[in-house]
């Protein structure tokens, strides 16, 4: 590849984050290619829940999940994978978790949230009735086939123009160009889109937010219920996850009531949630690990919680796992987006928590109108030869910093 073409963006990573914003740019009848140095969509991208969690963001997040929801539903016609709109339900196994959503509901009204007691909860998720106080059921959150969904665009991007390098890595960047491992791409706009591998290509962007790589426990099986679960399924737990419950009085109380019953899961930082498929099996998660460099070593003791506590809410003895993976996602703390300039026109686009798959289609838009509105954004390429290149990898930067 050398420098014949010039785009008007280069995506560097081919994970939703970037495939959002290639969508996007091409949208506006730009032109653009994306490189990514694996031979597939292969990242957090395919290993998450496939949950577009709209209701539970509050701020930039759900500004940006709220606008991505149509998006990811035209995405599904044309791409051509599943996707349901499904909303989700959250179960409350004692009171403190039913004040928590008692609040959400008197917060945001039916339209977001919507409050069951026990037995329409029963009605509702084939679940144990033990401990059952009710439950609430969100309208708006979507799903998508996690495995089929990124792979489905990056295809139908591809057919639709948009120029794919696989099995190219970027290496560095300067205004307008980008150096990759097979020769040097021309841009007016970069989006460095490569999840927590932005610490390989601005380490001190991604120390100084405090970014590490957050490591789940993740499984599918086939559980025997009593009906088909029809939406995801959040609990108690979820409730201390998403920013848009964060604030409800009741949460605090939550948190110390789960401290002190369940110490051995607030270590494991167990989520509980289930996802339903489409071919019926479910997706069950999730405990988190954070490292700077991730260890591939998943313990046992982490999946043993998910299945005794999976058999406890379904009232179910057996379960038949099919599948165990390891997800990756960017993490940092007390922030969820890290989005930064580091050369003029190149621009670094991260979601540093679990919420990628519902808010990139937003962000992306987003940061496509901004360019579009401020050509000062754009670094062009014809200036690129007189700029001084911006070095990354470069072992002379300072080491890595300390665990976080
Ligand atoms: C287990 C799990 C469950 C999750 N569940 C949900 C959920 O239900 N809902 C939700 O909203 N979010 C969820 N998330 C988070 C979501 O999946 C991520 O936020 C999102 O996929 C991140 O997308 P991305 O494009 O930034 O990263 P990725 O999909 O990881 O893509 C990054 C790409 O960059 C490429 N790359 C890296 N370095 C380079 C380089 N130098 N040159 C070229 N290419 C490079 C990689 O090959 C990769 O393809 C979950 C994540 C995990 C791991």
Redesign the pocket.
Known sequence: MRVRTHFDVVV????????AHAYHALQQGMTVAV????DA?????????????ISAQSGDALTYAQAGRRHWLDLSQKAGFWSAETGTHCLARHDDEFAVLQQFVDLHGPERARLLDRSETLDRLPVSGDGVVGGMYMPDDLQVD?RTA?PSIARWLEMSGVHFHWR????SFEPGVVH?TRGRLAADTVFV?????ID??FPDYAEDGGLVR?R?H?MRAELPLKFALSTPLFTGWSLLRYSGFADLPGAPLLAERLRAEFPDYVELDLHQMY?PQPDGSILI??IHFRDITAPPFQSEAGFEVLLRETRAIFGVDRIDVTERWQ????SAPGSEFLLATPTPGVHIV??T????????MGLAETNIARILEDPDSRALAQVASAQVPVTVADPTLRASGTRR
């Open positions: 560097v990573g081919a994970g939703i984050v970037g495939l490189v990514d140095h694996a969509v292969a990242g957090a991208s395919v290993q998450n829940f496939g949950h577009a969690c996690p990124a190219t890595a970027a290496t990759t889109t490569v999840n927590h591998d390989r290509l957050c789940l993740m996802t998660g999730d997800g990756l996602y960017s991260t979601v928590t679990g919420i990628g798959m519902t808010t990139s």
